[in-house]
């Protein structure tokens, strides 16, 4: 058992964040105009969002998933890929993208997606999405990874 400076724990992901799963539709005028996010739009291990365009550019038409500043965008398909980037701004994401949200005051979304960029977590969603012909980790997966918390302040 690993032991922690005082104030860490391990927790579940599923315990400490939840999916954004508001769908909209991008060809409504006011979600148009919002920035689009697909999993081809952040730099691989970087956390950079790059390249964006609205989601009328990009031409959406099916639905979206609404995100807003300070969610963490994660990429579910192919996660050796390692593409995850906080948002520093409102918008949409395809669905093969996760808008994942921190509980307030649990862990700092910051941190979260160093997490999800990290060997450890990548090397996890790798192994558990394998099992699908598309690699691809579902959000029972992502939820159920088990982490060490440090306090907020840390």
């Known amino acids: 058992m690993t032991h922690f400076p005082g104030g860490w724990r391990w927790v579940r992901l599923g315990g400490i964040c939840s999916i954004v799963a508001d769908q909209v539709d991008p060809r409504q005028p006011k979600y148009a105009r919002l920035p689009h996010v697909n999993g081809e739009r952040i730099e691989s291990g970087s956390g950079r969002i790059v390249g964006v365009q609205t989601a009328a550019e990009d031409r959406m038409t099916s639905p979206k998933y609404l995100f807003g500043p300070g969610d963490v965008l994660y990429s579910k398909l192919r996660p050796y890929l390692r593409k995850a980037a906080l948002a520093p701004w409102s918008g949409v994401c395809s669905a093969d993208m996760c808008p994942i949200r921190c509980a307030p005051g649990a862990l700092d979304p910051a941190c979260l997606c160093w997490l999800l960029l990290s060997e450890d977590f990548t090397a996890y969603a790798d192994a558990e999405s394998r099992r699908a012909r598309m ?14 918390l440090p306090p907020l302040p840390e």
């Open 135 to 148: 690699p691809k980790l579902n959000r029972g997966q992502l939820f159920a990874y088990v982490a060490p």
